[in-house]
C-alpha cells in the first residue's frame, strides 16, 4: 500500500512539480485543518497552477479511484473542505490556479480563477473604481466563496455571491477532468441550465470551481457609520425600517451586536475602543454609503447626524455615535476573537427571516437561560438580513451531551417554530451533517443524492452532504 502511494504521488509531481505536490508533514499541516475544527489527514496536498492542470489533476485522481477533497483558503467553518481523520484522502488545493484575473470596466465584471482571493479582485478592481463589495473577516479564495455562497456584512445592499454570480466553469468527477460552463460573463443569457446557480453553495460536492465572473461595483466615494445603544432588539427592528424608507439603497449594513459581545471586545482588545460610557443591552452598527463624491449636493454624514438627533429627540435611541467608519468597523470585526478569549465557546449560525429576528432572539435566549443559566449570550450578527450568530461562553466543565441538547432545542427552535435557517452562512460539512439529515425532507435529500450519483458516481469529491 505504502509502494503504491508512493508511485501514485510520483505520477502527479510528474505533471505539477515539486511546489504542486507536498507529501512532508510540515508542508501539509497547514491543509490539514480549517480555521475553527481541528482537521485530519492526507495523503499529499495536490497543487494544480492552472485550470488545465487542475483538469488533469481531477481526471486522474478520478482515475486511480483515489478520494478528494476539494479545498480553497480553508477559511471555512464545518469542517467541509479538510481531510478526514483516516488519511485517506488527498487534498485538492486550488490556491495555485491563478491564471485569469481579467478586469472589464465597461461591463463592471471580474474573469478570475478560483485560487485569487478576495482581497487579490479588489486590488485589481479598485485601479478601474470597482469593488467586489463582499465583506468578511476572512481572506477567502474566490473558487470557496463561490461553494459556500459566501454572503457577509453588506449582503443587505450588494446580496452574496450568487447575486453577483454571473458565470462559472467547473470540472467535474463524472465525466473525470471534463470542463462545463463558460467565464463568458453575461449578464442576460437565458438559454437553459444555469452551472452557476447549480454549482454555487454546493460546497464543491457536484464539481471543482476552475473560474468565474463576477459582477462589480462602483467603490463607494463617501459612507457614514454610526453605532447606536438601544434598550433592546425589538427597538432595532423599527430603526431599520425607517432607516431604510430615509436611505432607501445607500443602506449598506445594518449588524446586531448585543451588550455582552461589546463587553468582550472591550476587556480584550484594548486598542479597539468601545465608546459607550455604560454598555448598552443592545447596539447597531449602521453604514449608509454612496457612489457621489461628497460636494455634489450629498452629505451623507450630515443626513445621518440629522437623522439620529431626530430619533434622539423621539426617546428612540438610548446613544448614538457617528466615527470614522474604519473605528467603528475594528469593533464590528473583532468580536468572534474576542469572544472566543473569553472562555468555552459554543457557536451557532442561525438565520431568520427579518420580521420574526426580535422574536426569535428573545425565544433562544430563554431557551438558553433556562438550560444553562451560567452561560454568556454574546450574540450579533447581520440583523439586516436575518442572520445571528449565536455565541455563548460556558463553563469549561459543561458536559457535552448537555450542549447537544442545547444545540438540538436551539435548532429546533429555528427551524420548526420560526421557518428559519440552521447554518445561515457556513454551509453544510462533517460538523452539521446530522443536522441536514435531520431538517432537509427525503425527497429533497434524495434529489440531491441522485444529482450527486451523478455528476460523481463514485462519492469521491468532497465532505459535503449531498
Known amino acids: 500500500m505504502i509502494d503504491e502511494a508512493?508511485?501514485?504521488?510520483?505520477?502527479?509531481?510528474?505533471?505539477?512539480?515539486?511546489?504542486?505536490?507536498?507529501?512532508?508533514?510540515?508542508?501539509?499541516?497547514?491543509?490539514?485543518?480549517s480555521a475553527r475544527h481541528a482537521g485530519g489527514s492526507a495523503v499529499a496536498v495536490l497543487r494544480p497552477g492552472s485550470e488545465a492542470e487542475l483538469a488533469w489533476t481531477v481526471k486522474t485522481l478520478s482515475e486511480l479511484q483515489l478520494p478528494l477533497v476539494v479545498q480553497g483558503a480553508a477559511t471555512g467553518l464545518v469542517g467541509a473542505a479538510t481531510p478526514t481523520p483516516d488519511g485517506r484522502q488527498w487534498v485538492l488545493s486550488t490556491q495555485r490556479v491563478r491564471d485569469v484575473l481579467e478586469v472589464d470596466p465597461v461591463n463592471r465584471c471580474v474573469r478570475v480563477s478560483a485560487g485569487f482571493r478576495l482581497s487579490d479582485v479588489n486590488r485589481?478592481?479598485?485601479?478601474?473604481?470597482?469593488?467586489?463589495?463582499?465583506?468578511?473577516?476572512?481572506?477567502?479564495?474566490?473558487?470557496?466563496?463561490?461553494?459556500?455562497?459566501?454572503?457577509?456584512?453588506?449582503?443587505?445592499?450588494?446580496?452574496?455571491?450568487?447575486?453577483?454570480?454571473?458565470?462559472?466553469?467547473?470540472?467535474?468527477?463524472?465525466?473525470?477532468?471534463?470542463?462545463?460552463?463558460?467565464?463568458?460573463?453575461?449578464?442576460?443569457?437565458?438559454?437553459?441550465?444555469?452551472?452557476?446557480q447549480l454549482l454555487c453553495g454546493t460546497f464543491g460536492a457536484l464539481g471543482?470551481?476552475?473560474?468565474?465572473?463576477?459582477?462589480?461595483?462602483?467603490?463607494?466615494?463617501?459612507?457614514?457609520?454610526?453605532?447606536?445603544?438601544?434598550?433592546?432588539?425589538?427597538?432595532?427592528?423599527?430603526?431599520?425600517?425607517?432607516?431604510?424608507?430615509?436611505?432607501?439603497?445607500?443602506?449598506?449594513?445594518?449588524?446586531?451586536?448585543?451588550?455582552?459581545?461589546?463587553?468582550?471586545v472591550a476587556l480584550h482588545q484594548r486598542n479597539?475602543?468601545?465608546?459607550?460610557?455604560?454598555?448598552?443591552?443592545?447596539?447597531?452598527?449602521?453604514?449608509?454609503?454612496s457612489a457621489i463624491p461628497p460636494g455634489?449636493?450629498?452629505?451623507?454624514?450630515?443626513?445621518?447626524?440629522?437623522?439620529?438627533?431626530?430619533?434622539?429627540?423621539?426617546g428612540?435611541?438610548?446613544?448614538?455615535?457617528?466615527?470614522?467608519?474604519?473605528q467603528l468597523w475594528r469593533i464590528r470585526h473583532s468580536i468572534s476573537e474576542s469572544v472566543q478569549a473569553c472562555g468555552r465557546l459554543v457557536a451557532f449560525d442561525l438565520a431568520v427571516s427579518r420580521s420574526r429576528f426580535a422574536e426569535f432572539r428573545e425565544a433562544a435566549v430563554h431557551v438558553v437561560q433556562d438550560m444553562i443559566p451560567s452561560a454568556r449570550i454574546c450574540d450579533f450578527g447581520h440583523l439586516g438580513d436575518g442572520g445571528i450568530h449565536l455565541n455563548l461562553v460556558v463553563p469549561s466543565d459543561l458536559d457535552t451531551a448537555t450542549i447537544e441538547v442545547l444545540r438540538d432545542t436551539v435548532y429546533d427552535l429555528a427551524v420548526f417554530q420560526f421557518e428559519g435557517s440552521y447554518s445561515a452562512e457556513h454551509g453544510v460539512g462533517p460538523y452539521n451533517a446530522s443536522y441536514y439529515e435531520r431538517f432537509t425532507s427525503p425527497l429533497t435529500r434524495e434529489l440531491a443524492h441522485s444529482l450527486k450519483m451523478f455528476l460523481d458516481p463514485r462519492r469521491a469529491l468532497g465532505n459535503a452532504q449531498l
Open 6 to 33: 508512493v508511485r501514485q504521488i510520483e505520477t502527479f509531481r510528474c505533471r505539477l512539480g515539486d511546489p504542486g505536490v507536498l507529501t512532508g508533514a510540515a508542508d501539509k499541516e497547514p491543509y490539514e485543518r
Open 296 to 314: 455634489q449636493g450629498l452629505d451623507l454624514e450630515a443626513m445621518l447626524m440629522n437623522w439620529l438627533e431626530k430619533r434622539m429627540v423621539a
Open 208 to 264: 471543482v470551481i476552475s473560474r468565474a465572473t463576477l459582477k462589480l461595483h462602483p467603490v463607494q466615494q463617501q459612507s457614514a457609520t454610526a453605532l447606536i445603544a438601544l434598550s433592546d432588539v425589538h427597538a432595532a427592528i423599527g430603526l431599520m425600517c425607517e432607516l431604510e424608507r430615509e436611505f432607501g439603497e445607500m443602506v449598506s449594513a445594518f449588524e446586531g451586536i448585543s451588550g455582552a459581545a461589546l463587553e468582550a
Open 272 to 289: 479597539v475602543p468601545v465608546p459607550f460610557a455604560t454598555m448598552p443591552a443592545y447596539a447597531i452598527l449602521v453604514e449608509v454609503s
Open 316 to 326: 428612540e435611541l438610548a446613544d448614538a455615535i457617528v466615527d470614522k467608519p474604519a
Open 124 to 196: 485589481v478592481a479598485a485601479a478601474h473604481g470597482l469593488v467586489l463589495p463582499i465583506d468578511l473577516g476572512a481572506d477567502p479564495t474566490i473558487g470557496g466563496m463561490i461553494a459556500t455562497n459566501t454572503g457577509g456584512a453588506r449582503l443587505i445592499r450588494y446580496g452574496g455571491i450568487r447575486e453577483n454570480l454571473m458565470d462559472v466553469r467547473a470540472v467535474l468527477m463524472h465525466p473525470a477532468g471534463e470542463c462545463v460552463g463558460s467565464a463568458k460573463g453575461l449578464r442576460k443569457d437565458n438559454t437553459g441550465l444555469s452551472w452557476a
